[in-house]
């Protein structure tokens, strides 16, 4: 295991593969994307002077076949599918430093720069191949001809042209050292190993050009021949920090930040980066990347997220998915909401290194469990207290140090159970203070071994820790009753509901700071509620990385409070699902323009490529993103209303005749969901008015509803009815009530009749 994130500032230069331009972008590009946030924004708030790099990669015989069967010109087919790219990574929040094109001129002189200093070296020499070549993968392959490719199954093509070669052979016994030695490091394990064995079984000579097709950059002083599309792509990573430039400041980013210390890939790449990259780099007399890690890929139905398969999922369709669950926010706020679930479902998912599922249902499950039960109900059940029983005020509380997490037990026991019963410790019954130790011990222990989980690149083992300090939490909660101690009027009591108040907010802060590199929008909402301020700042400012039991100080002012993780509703699997499934047409990211999807091509004409820009692979479709639609609205299943109209619902369709008339986007902000009533008591002199206690499966709360005139509150209780969960709240005799009971009545002062279901719908459900 690595440990990439040294806590001494130095810099840190990261980089993502840089996609091909043969499709729109995918879930498996997002996951690469966002794992490389993840890592950058930890460097960054490490003090680290972080450089991140991503790009498209756009030359290459496929990308050239594929303009040719859309009826374009390769550049402005690549211009319109990389804009969809760097379109998402703004939608989504992704800071990096900058977005190389393989197509700018600043990479075209890049590239001609190192194969010159090759040929120059002696490095290259010209030949003539005849050989296998795969187009899907644009790869030579070792393989008859009429076989498939190995890797991805296509049909190979015969190639007879004249190529330039460079002297691979030449380098595996140095290849084999760097790796043994650690120098040129290589994760996981596996992939290690299968370099090492590819290095050692022997290499041979690779050609570097091609003659057959235009669509690259040409060979300099021969421009009969194009580079090959993997020696040009491989280059981004320097030419993305100035190789190749002439202007002083881009020489001098370039001295400053290479050699890599971290590229990204996809495991089906790793032998053109652990492999060909650094030979190409020890020939030219260059310093190799330092660090090299692959991810293995995204499986839908067990199969690899691929365009040419047709099984991919589109990140925009999640996007407005969960951002629907936010349709009081801007649009912008709403895509960075949606992208903070998608990155936590993936990183807490998948161990970074190995295959992983994915599936709306898991998605929609793991959000609610980590998220809405999880981390949000913590903070909004503590906040809610602090701001009901302390002003809002975070207390003073006079806890005695943390002792050092590691090495002294005894003061570890003092600490927690100093002021406890030994005795019912030790007969084995918990205590609330052995449930503070837990909390303490397990929130200390993570902020200060953090690192290592970050270096290692075991993002879910991290989350999977922070989850369990959520649930001491909760426990830790539980056990001391801060609801009951805040009825008392004792000073005794007062002292325990601050200690527990106090050392719940410090959890939540700690959990806060190692949470957001992975969703920095979320916890920019929960730092703000905390009155913590901006936590941007809080991370540029050093303030995350050493994050201290005791640390949160007391006589903070809490923020406004709101939710921060609405429940999703079960229909939302099926929502994504249909949008998928039905290949509505694109939109751009933040403009009404649709981009225009490639003119459907016969799969047999000789100029077409495995895909084409906007096409959408036949069979089991998975593809897809948000979209308006004039021909889907009002389909019954659907049961999230989304506001970008993705999901829309239609209008009712029996309309009273004089009631004005409202647009679908009004209607769809209503949330109406199915409550059980729990308590059900009369107000004092309040003859109208019952206080009513509702159970929505996610949250418990009061209602004030007018109907005890005809309603008993016997008659109520465990009774399923219809609500208005998302309406504001307001003060009725010095109550207030959060929500509106739905019920239908005969004339003016005919009696109120509560929607209520025939059938059993379990509570929480949202109706549609």
Known sequence: MSDIAQSAPQKFYLTTPIYYVNARPHIGHA???????????????LGDDTYFLTGTDEHGQKIERSAAAAGVPPQEFADGVSKTFSDLWKRMGITHDGFIRTTEERHKKGVQKLFAALKERGAIYLDTYTGQYCVSDEAFVDVAQGERCPDCGNMTETITESNYYFKLSEYGERLAGLIESGELLIQPEARRNEVLSFVKSGLKDQSISRTSFKWGVPVPGDEEHVIYVWFDALVNYMTGVGYGSDEPAEIAKFEKYWPADLHLVGKEIIRFHCVYWPAF?????????????????????????????????????????????????????????????????????????????????????????????????????????????????????????????????????????GRSNPEAMWSGNQTPFETLYQLVRNTVSLSKFQSELYSGFALNALLAEIQKIIALADGYIS????????????????RELEEVLYCSAQAIQIITGLLY????????KVWEQLGLGDIEEAARNGELKDLQWGGLKPGTKLGVLAPIFPRADKGLIQVMSEVEANKVVPKSAFTDEVVPAAPVVDATHPAAGPRTFGEEGAGAH???????????????????????????????????????????????????????????????????????????????????????EWYTPE?????????????????????????????????????????????????GTRLR
């Open 622 to 708: 998975v593809g897809g993103s948000a979209a308006e639609s004039t021909e889907r609205v009002g389909t019954p299943s659907h049961t999230e209303a989304v506001a970008s109209g993705v999901f829309a619902a239609s209008a009712l369709a029996s309309a009273v005749p004089d009631t004005p008339q409202i647009a679908i986007d009004d209607f769809v902000k209503v949330d109406l969901r199915v409550a059980q009533i729990v308590v059900a008591e009369r107000i004092p002199k309040a003859d109208k008015l019952l206080r009513l206690e509702v159970d929505l499966g996610y949250e418990k709360r009061q209602i004030l509803s007018g109907i005890a």
């Open 517 to 524: 590199p992975v969703m920095p929008y979320a916890t920019s």
């Open 31 to 45: 996951y690469s994307t966002i794992v490389g946030d993840v890592i950058a924004r930890r460097h960054r708030l």
């Open 479 to 494: 056990s001391r009753a801060p609801w009951k101690l805040a009825k008392q009027d004792s000073v005794e009591a007062r």
């Open 715 to 763: 008659d109520l209780i465990g009774r399923k009815i219809v609500i208005i969960a998302n309406l504001a709240p307001r003060k009725m005799r010095g109550l207030e009530s959060r929500g509106m009971l739905l019920a239908a009545s005969e004339g003016e002062n005919g009696k109120p009749v509560l929607a209520t279901f025939g059938e059993e719908i379990a509570v």
């Open 281 to 417: 780099l020890m020939a030219a007399g260059l310093p190799i990347p330092k660090s090299i890690v692959a991810n293995g890929w995204l499986l839908f139905e067990e199969s690899k997220m691929s365009k040419s398969k047709g099984n991919v999922v589109r990140t925009e369709t999640i996007l407005d998915a969960f951002g629907g669950l936010k349709p009081d926010l801007p649009k912008k706020e709403q895509d960075l909401f949606g992208a903070d679930v998608l990155r936590y479902f993936l990183l807490r998912e998948i161990p970074f290194g190995q295959d992983g599922s994915f599936s709306f249902d898991s998605l929609v499950t793991r959000y609610n469990a980590d998220l809405a039960n999880g981390y949000g109900n913590l903070v909004s059940r503590t906040l809610k207290l602090i701001e009901q029983s302390l002003q809002s005020v975070i207390p003073y509380v006079d806890l005695p140090a943390v002792p050092d997490v590691d090495r002294d037990e005894e003061a570890w026991e003092s600490y927690a159970f």
